[in-house]
């Protein structure tokens, strides 16, 4: 068992930038490939980026692409997003998740074992 939990998130401006954490438990992350998704209301959850066990291979969604970076400290079981020139339309609940096969990319959700609470981010214009 893996329990995820996510911070950082807030209220910005656009324009402006957030770095969301991910701290995990139970298990070593350096066993999962990581993802982070979001979803705002009314919407499906979707995939914004994504990192193999080691750190040296990523992929994102083109909504984020040039201004998102996914990244990883195995020896801090952490994974962070850093958000820069954040738009409105970043607006949503952002949820870290970790999927067990840990060289994978994934961009869909049912791969993800296991998913934090999710926080908040809210990009005002």
């Known amino acids: 068992q893996v329990q995820l939990v996510e911070s950082g998130g807030g209220l910005v401006q656009a324009g402006g930038s957030l770095r969301l954490s991910c701290a995990a438990s139970?298990?070593?992350?350096?066993?999962?490939?990581m993802g982070w998704f979001r979803q705002a209301p009314g919407k499906e959850r979707e995939f914004v980026a994504a990192?193999?066990?080691?750190?040296?291979?990523?992929l994102y969604a083109d909504s984020v692409k040039g201004r998102f970076t996914i990244s990883r400290d195995n020896a801090r079981n952490t994974v962070t997003l850093q958000m820069n020139s954040l738009k409105p339309e970043d607006t949503a609940v952002y949820y870290c998740?970790?999927?067990?096969?840990?060289?994978?990319?994934?961009?869909?959700?049912?791969?993800?074992?296991?998913w934090g609470q999710g926080t908040q981010v809210t990009v005002s214009s």
């Open positions: 998740a970790a999927n067990p096969v840990s060289w994978a990319l994934v961009t869909t959700k049912d791969p993800y074992d296991y």
């Open positions: 139970g298990r070593s992350l350096r066993l999962y490939a």
């Open positions: 990192i193999n066990w080691s750190g040296d291979s990523t």
